[in-house]
């Protein structure tokens, strides 16, 4: 069993620059693919990006590509999304997934077996 814990929210200003982590806890994480997901008040949880361990690569949302950037950290047994140009509509709460078998191009959150508590991003104008 893995755990996930995410840090690295917070209140910024647009335009401004952040950086979440999610720390793997109990196992190394290098073979799980892994997801960023979102959830806004009153919004359904959205898909914002993933990573797959083998073969590696990335994934993104159109509402965030070229703006936030995923990576990963083996030595750390951690995953970064990378986030720049904040706008307010990138407030949520922030959480990454992980599985060994579901790809990180995947938008359904209900197929991810392991998830964080959740960060909170706050974006104001």
């Known amino acids: 069993q893995v755990s996930l814990v995410e840090s690295g929210g917070g209140s910024v200003q647009a335009g401004d620059s952040l950086r979440l982590s999610c720390e793997a806890i109990?196992?190394?994480?290098?073979?799980?693919?892994v997801g960023w997901f979102r959830q806004a008040p009153g919004k359904v949880r959205e898909y914002v990006s993933g990573i797959n361990w083998s073969p590696p690569s990335t994934f993104y949302a159109d509402s965030v590509k070229g703006r936030f950037t995923i990576s990963r950290n083996s030595a750390q047994n951690t995953v970064f999304l990378q986030m720049t140009n904040l706008r307010p509509e990138d407030t949520a709460v922030y959480y990454c997934?992980?599985?060994?078998?579901?790809?990180?191009?995947?938008?359904?959150?209900?197929?991810?077996?392991?998830w964080g508590q959740g960060t909170q991003v706050s974006v104001s104008s």
């Open positions: 109990g196992r190394t994480f290098s073979r799980y693919n």
């Open positions: 997934a992980a599985d060994q078998y579901t790809m990180a191009y995947t938008t359904d959150a209900s197929v991810y077996r392991h």
